[in-house]
């Protein structure tokens, strides 16, 4: 399936977008990088933490390249070494913004709620869906019953995926939103030095627009194929 022309068409369009996003995230972070912080980005987590009440919510330091995440199971904000230590503009944004997912977390944000219920089964869905599909495929030629009724079942798993995906679009937007008023209201970071850190989480923000598209038009490119394996048959 990942060499079919037709699987290409339909997802050129994310695939693009992805590698605009992923260019926009390095220069960002890279100019952000070269601007200086009072504060280092753990610093940054544990001020906004503590004035919001969650000085039970723990940091960590985590090995990896923005690996940076809000562990809401454990009430753990794990950040990366470069994140966690480094004092820049760059640091003290990425930690806002997981920051803010404990935030959402704490005041039962809906659909942080909802995406934190949704992972389970979408992890499944994504790991299992395109093996029903190709199997499906590879038996309607001979037992066109249970091959249909496995390429169903893969799109269904893989409507999961995207559910979890579309969800999870509004949670991230909102916890940079939620990051961008802190850090001001705050004084970590002053007015007119945000456009870094605005430069930061909105160029993070289009790799998640990106991974939601790519998980839309992959289903799409699903339900064409069914639709065509079921008129040949």
């Excluded at 809906?110 to 219920?117: C, D, E, K």
């Excluded at 949704?118 to 395109?130: K, R």
């Excluded at 705050?186 to 160029?203: D, F, K, R, S």
Aim: aromatic share 10%; net charge neutral.
């Amino acid at each position: 399936m990942f060499f079919d022309p037709l699987y290409l068409l339909y997802v050129a369009p994310a695939l693009l977008l992805a590698m605009w996003a992923q260019h926009r995230v390095h220069s960002a972070y890279a100019a952000a990088a070269q601007q200086p912080s009072n504060l280092s980005g753990a610093a940054a987590a544990r001020h906004i933490l503590d004035q919001a009440g969650l000085s039970d919510v723990a940091i960590e330091q985590i090995p990896g390249q923005l690996s940076d995440h809000y562990d809401p199971r454990d009430k753990v904000l794990r950040l990366s070494q470069d994140v966690y230590g480094s004092r820049s503009l760059a640091a003290v944004g990425i930690a806002a913004h997981e920051a803010g997912h404990a935030l959402q977390d704490a005041h039962q944000y809906a659909l942080m709620t909802v995406r934190n219920a949704a992972v389970p089964i979408a992890g499944f869905g994504t790991q299992f869906s395109m093996f029903l599909f190709i199997a499906g495929l590879l038996l309607s030629m001979s037992v066109p019953v249970l091959g249909h009724w496995l390429i169903i079942g893969g799109i269904v798993l893989f409507s999961t995926s995207v559910f979890f995906q579309v969800v999870n679009l509004p949670v991230e937007f909102d916890a940079s939103r939620r990051a961008k008023a802190v850090l001001v209201d705050l004084g970590i970071v002053p007015q007119q030095e945000m456009t870094y850190v605005n430069g930061v989480l909105n160029a993070a923000a289009l790799t998640y627009v990106a991974a939601t598209l790519q998980s839309v038009l992959t289903l799409l490119y699903y339900i064409v194929r069914f639709a065509g394996d079921s008129r040949r048959s």
